[in-house]
């Protein structure tokens, strides 16, 4: 059982930037992929950022490509999510997740282990 807990949510004004970070519990957190979903008000969760185990590819939504950045660090069990230039249409609770899939990564089925999310706002 993998344990997520996000943190970094917060209010930022259209145009700057948050950084959100999600530590993992479990020892193996290596063999994980990890995901960014996001849910706005009203909406379904959404993929946003993935990053594999095996060879930290990346992969993002068209909606934050050259705006957000996903990155991991195996030796601190925590994954990160440099957020640039944010946008009002960002608002949302930001989720980690985890997964030991190495298909699909982007598919919000594919992930087995949620945090409880984190709130982002940003204010035109």
């Known amino acids: 059982q993998v344990q997520l807990v996000e943190s970094g949510g917060g209010l930022v004004q259209a145009g700057g930037s948050l950084r959100l970070s999600c530590a993992a519990s479990?020892?193996?957190?290596?063999?994980?992929?990890m995901g960014w979903f996001r849910q706005a008000p009203g909406k379904e969760r959404e993929f946003v950022a993935a990053?594999?185990?095996?060879?930290?590819?990346?992969y993002y939504a068209d909606s934050v490509k050259g705006r957000f950045t996903v990155s991991r660090d195996n030796a601190k069990n925590t994954v990160s999510l440099q957020m640039n230039n944010l946008k009002p249409e960002d608002t949302a609770i930001y989720y980690c997740a985890a997964t030991r899939s190495v298909v699909e990564v982007t598919a919000r089925n594919r992930y087995n282990y949620w945090g409880q999310g984190t709130q982002v706002t940003v204010s035109a």
């Open positions: 479990d020892g193996t957190f290596s063999r994980y992929a």
């Open positions: 990053i594999t185990w095996s060879s930290g590819s990346t």
